[in-house]
């Protein structure tokens, strides 16, 4: 007792209550009470000590520093557990020298494992421990970024994924990867700059070639960095991850002066990918760089993240860089910035010696803000006359945008008579001008023997809306194979959508592929001449075909027609038993969506009827909760606990709708099974519910982890619905 009178007295007398920043119109909690409860914590009397938590786990964010500060003074016992649970559930991880040695015997142990397999391995063994050491947090990482200095390579490679997995998973450990970035090794450099920006090891690698990084002085060893701890404050943890961005940018900034070519390359990349406050600014730091790669990765991330006043900078390196990459990057980012101040510039690379300088020169002029002038609209029909098809395609596009159709005839040459890529562009060129100059070229199109040309003709002929592209493209259907033609020519005439686009829309419901039907279906139901009465009752006759196929396609396309008429059909399909489940669960889905009660029962029927396929059920279910139905959540409650695994996803979204989150503690405790495929797909649908991302973890390795992300998740669930007021299924209440 004289503790806690002493621990109440420290946490007022010291100020440490400081309180996080509260939402408008939300007063904050009294700093007197939050210290009353901290001592309360210690009680002799068990009731006292739960009522304590469960109030302080209430207040939230505000008494977090009242939390850390207690944690910091008195004896361990079970106060001290009961502060690390509640700064776990504020997602401030929390490691007594107990625990924290047992954590660093786990995580030396997965180490070599993690980092292990060859190439061509699946490795799931190496997998599963990065997972783990995710899961870990920050307190894996100096000795992950240990193993990115040493061979072989593969080995320095899942080094460097299970960094960037870690920090993605915990965003705190950002710190120690800043502080790698001035280890004296290279590679640890690289890795951890790598890290940060976020992206995989295999496509830093091997999607945008960076310069060879070569053996260099400074691979000396050194001790493992100091991870600096967030230092707690008045700030919300919000505001100090906000600052570790900053200073991330800073240090990935420092590296403009690296020695190794690479690690200025994976720094200029990261920017790229992370973006921010200072990203910018940042860059223009690298264009100066010694090594054209790095000039090029700057200026394709200041496309990105660019303002106008980087447009000097980059006019620069387009009027004077000798590497026509950093010339060709520099043209791209000045249209995706479009500063009108760059036109002279732009106009200028037109006539540059490299083809890709001038296309990209070409194209980035249709993009510029503003920019009407006649010197912009004769550069580009020089550039339509240029003898590299990519530079007059750019200037066909750049010239769409501005509305020109002087190029159309080009664009059909080159439609015609162009190779690959340059094709499948002009395609979409054309389609951009109108009916009256695109629909012809289109058309002919539409009997290349190239079936990607294909695809782009109809899409074309689609977003024109010609109500006399319909014939054409009839005709094309009843000689295509491709499915991928046939969907295309599907969407178009849903988009088009006269009358005479009905009749091989419905002849498509019967296509062999399932695709197909679907686009079919999904284009009857926009299509606003499918509406009328005749074109429902040849739905409804599909409904009655010995085609599963068809009558699961008719149904969808009753649904999305959404007329109250389709009800009667749909009911009629839902009640047949001899009917196939997929058509049946069709039928079930959409009744759902057409916005009518009467069918309530009907459905609350297939629901509760144990003899029915499962997944018949859940759709039945899912419709009721589209339909706001009353008096069926105690129902859809026992469907998922006796469910499988394999359905409590989407059961635990359907009762979230009807408003209540029973379906999420069955979920978490689909976390600890022991089969992996069910521990996978329960996390998955934690992540869609919540819209969160939750550190992998392994119940089998440490149980005390799976607790901390069970009350984690929980404390989740009970800031945003006011209804959830169960616990972890483990504690019984």
């Known amino acids: 007792m004289h503790f806690r009178r002493s621990l109440a007295a420290f946490l007022a007398l010291q100020g440490l209550m400081v309180l996080h920043a509260q939402e408008p119109g939300v007063a904050p909690p009294d700093p007197a009470k939050i210290a009353s409860l901290i001592s309360d914590l210690d009680a002799e009397d068990w009731t006292v000590r739960e009522r304590a938590q469960a109030a302080l ?38 490691w007594d020298a107990a625990s924290r040695r047992e954590v660093m ?172 406050e ?48 950093v010339r060709t990057a520099a043209a791209w980012a000045l249209g995706q910035i479009g500063d009108p101040g760059a036109e002279p510039a732009l106009i200028k690379a037109v006539g540059d010696r490299e083809a890709g300088v001038r296309a990209h020169a070409a194209g980035s002029l249709g993009r510029l803000k503003g920019v009407t002038g006649s010197a912009c609209h004769e550069a580009l029909l020089t550039a339509l006359a240029d003898g590299a098809e990519e530079v007059v395609i750019a200037a066909g596009e750049s010239l769409a945008i501005r509305g020109d159709a002087s190029c159309t005839g080009e664009l059909v040459r080159l439609l015609k008579h162009g190779l690959g890529r340059t094709r499948d562009r002009a395609a979409r060129c054309i389609a951009k001008f109108g009916s009256g100059a695109a629909a012809e070229p289109l058309v002919g199109a539409l009997a290349d023997s190239d079936s ?28 295509e194979r491709e499915p991928d033609v046939k969907r295309a020519a599907a969407a178009a005439l849903g988009r088009i959508g ?61 649904g999305k027609l959404g007329q109250p008429v389709s009800r009667d059909p749909l009911l009629a399909l839902l009640k047949r038993e001899d009917a196939e489940v997929e058509s049946r669960a069709a039928a079930a889905w959409w009744l759902g969506r057409l916005g009518d009660s009467a069918v309530v029962p009907d459905l609350t029927r297939v629901m509760v009827d144990d003899a029915l396929d499962i997944r018949l059920r859940v759709h039945a279910a899912s419709s009721l909760a589209a339909l706001k139905a009353p008096k069926v959540t105690a129902d859809v409650e026992k469907l998922a606990c006796s469910s499988p695994p394999s359905h409590r996803g989407t059961l635990a979204a359907v009762l979230l709708a009807l408003g209540s989150s029973a379906g999420v503690p069955l979920l978490i405790a689909d976390c600890a099974s022991p089969d992996p495929g069910t521990r996978s ?27 901390d992300a069970r009350r984690a998740l929980l404390r989740w669930w009970r800031l945003h619905r006011a209804e959830l007021e169960k616990k972890t299924p483990e504690t019984g209440k």
């Open 57 to 94: 786990d209430g207040i939230g964010r505000p008494a977090l520093p009242a939390l850390e500060a207690a944690l910091q003074i008195g004896p361990e016992g079970e106060r001290r557990r009961r502060l690390r649970e509640l700064l776990t559930d504020l997602g401030v991880f929390v």
């Open 105 to 276: 015997k786990r995580i030396e142990a997965l180490v070599p494992a993690a980092v292990s397999g060859d190439a061509g391995d699946a490795a799931p063994a190496a997998e599963e421990a990065v997972a783990v050491l995710a899961s870990c947090g920050h307190e894996a990482l100096p000795l992950i970024l240990d193993a990115c200095d040493t061979d072989p390579r593969e080995r320095r490679r899942r080094a460097g994924e299970a960094a960037r997995r870690i920090a993605s998973d915990v965003p705190l450990s950002l710190n120690a990867l800043i502080h790698a970035t001035r280890d004296t090794r290279w590679r640890v450099r690289y890795y951890a700059v790598v890290a940060i920006g976020g992206s995989r090891i295999e496509s830093a690698a091997s999607s945008v070639q960076g310069p060879s990084t070569s053996e260099g002085d400074g691979t000396e060893s050194v001790a493992p960095p100091v991870i600096e701890p967030v230092p707690p404050g008045p700030s919300s943890l919000g505001l100090q991850l906000q600052r570790l961005e900053n200073k991330a940018t800073a240090a990935l900034s420092e590296l403009s002066g690296d020695p190794q070519d690479g690690v200025r390359w994976a720094a200029a990349r990261s920017l790229l990918q992370r973006g921010g």
């Open 278 to 325: 200072g990203a910018g600014a940042a860059l223009t730091r690298f264009l100066r760089d010694r090594a054209g790669e790095v000039r090029e990765m700057a200026a394709r991330g200041l496309a990105r993240h660019g303002a106008e006043a980087d447009a000097p900078a980059l006019i620069a390196l387009l009027n004077g860089d000798a590497d026509p990459g």
């Open 452 to 479: 990607r040309i294909r695809v782009l003709a109809a899409s074309g002929l689609g977003r024109i809306g010609d109500p006399s592209a319909v014939a054409p493209l009839e005709t094309l259907l009843a000689g």
């Open 498 to 558: 006269s009358a005479a686009a009905v009749l091989p829309l419905l002849s498509l419901l019967g296509d062999s592929d399932a695709s197909v039907r679907r686009h079919a279906a999904s284009a009857l139901g926009s299509c606003p001449a499918a509406r009328e009465k005749e074109t429902v009752q040849a739905l409804t006759g599909l409904l009655s075909s010995a085609s599963p196929e068809a009558k699961e396609a008719a149904a969808l396309a009753l």
């Open 681 to 707: 797909g329960a996390d998955r649908s934690l992540r869609d519910l919540c819209g969160v991302g939750l550190p992998p973890f392994d119940p089998s390795l440490d149980p005390a982890m799976t607790r």
